[in-house]
């Protein structure tokens, strides 16, 4: 039969997603985190999340998690006025993932990057970093990540492997197995408590203790009287 792919398809399919434990709540209760923290609050540190994925935008835009993120890469179709697709926009492959992860360091948005692909092969220094690799954590859950969990840990960022709780720790093992991650893998459980949650605000935390460090060194104090 037809495969309907159209707009209000893929955000249909996209509402009914069944989502992880403890999401999308933990997105504002980490925010929270960070806010009332005051070695965080010292640190100046600033929480962002972002969604890269070879599923298809129009479904994750649907979802719950959808409002909470900074930005969403993910594949896209060209479509007619009615909404119905007449041609693939944009595929993302596992290696074309980190060029999104790349896209996060330097600062480019999804719409800049489609625009204008080639913008991520500018050259920047290091000071001009949005976000550097050391300051991010990458989460994943299968053979799909391991370019990006690889990016993000060989320069000097978190990669975290999870699996999801109905299902097995398969995936995760080949992770851990492959040295693509730097903890886990855990279950995909963020409520409060769990041991997801826990080592994700233990990571922030020590990210934001390495900033505040990094500020300090950069103080030049003033000689005394």
């Given at each position: 039969?037809?495969?309907?792919?159209?707009?209000?398809?893929?955000?249909?399919?996209?509402?009914?997603?069944?989502?992880?434990?403890?999401?999308?709540?933990?997105?504002?209760?980490?925010?929270?985190?960070?806010?009332?923290?005051?070695?965080?609050?010292?640190?100046?540190?600033?929480?962002?999340?972002?969604?890269?994925?070879?599923?298809?935008?129009?479904?994750?835009?649907?979802?719950?998690?959808a409002?909470?993120?900074?930005?969403?890469?993910?594949?896209?179709?060209?479509?007619?006025?009615?909404?119905?697709?007449?041609?693939?926009?944009?595929?993302?492959?596992?290696?074309?993932?980190?060029?999104?992860?790349?896209?996060?360091?330097?600062?480019?948005?999804a719409?800049?990057?489609?625009?204008?692909?080639?913008?991520?092969?500018?050259?920047?220094?290091?000071?001009?970093?949005?976000?550097?690799?050391?300051?991010?954590?990458y989460?994943?859950?299968?053979?799909?990540?391991?370019?990006?969990?690889?990016?993000?840990?060989?320069?000097?960022g978190?990669g975290?492997?999870?699996?999801?709780?109905?299902?097995?720790?398969?995936?995760?093992?080949?992770?851990?197995?492959?040295?693509?991650?730097?903890?886990?893998?855990?279950?995909?459980?963020?409520?409060?408590?769990?041991?997801?949650?826990?080592?994700?605000?233990?990571?922030?935390?020590?990210?934001?203790?390495?900033?505040?460090?990094?500020?300090?060194?950069n103080?030049?104090?003033?000689?005394?009287?």
């Amino acid at each position: 039969g037809k495969l309907d792919i159209s707009k209000k398809a893929l955000s249909k399919t996209g509402k009914g997603l069944k989502i992880f434990p403890g999401l999308p709540g933990a997105f504002s209760e980490l925010r929270n985190f960070v806010r009332t923290n005051p070695d965080l609050k010292r640190a100046r540190v600033n929480l962002e999340f972002y969604i890269i994925s070879g599923g298809f935008e129009e479904m994750i835009h649907a979802t719950k998690i959808a409002d909470e993120m900074d930005g969403i890469f993910g594949c896209n179709f060209a479509y007619d006025k009615s909404g119905e697709a007449i041609g693939i926009k944009s595929a993302i492959s596992f290696t074309e993932k980190t060029r999104y992860v790349h896209a996060i360091r330097k600062g480019v948005d999804a719409k800049e990057i489609r625009t204008n692909p080639y913008v991520i092969n500018d050259a920047i220094s290091i000071d001009q970093q949005r976000i550097p690799f050391s300051n991010m954590i990458y989460i994943g859950d299968g053979p799909s990540d391991i370019p990006c969990l690889s990016a993000v840990s060989s320069g000097g960022g978190t990669g975290i492997g999870v699996s999801a709780p109905y299902g097995t720790f398969k995936k995760g093992y080949e992770l851990a197995r492959g040295k693509r991650i730097t903890v886990g893998p855990y279950t995909a459980n963020y409520k409060k408590g769990s041991d997801m949650r826990k080592v994700l605000e233990e990571t922030i935390l020590r990210i934001g203790l390495e900033i505040e460090t990094a500020h300090r060194k950069n103080i030049i104090h003033a000689p005394g009287h």
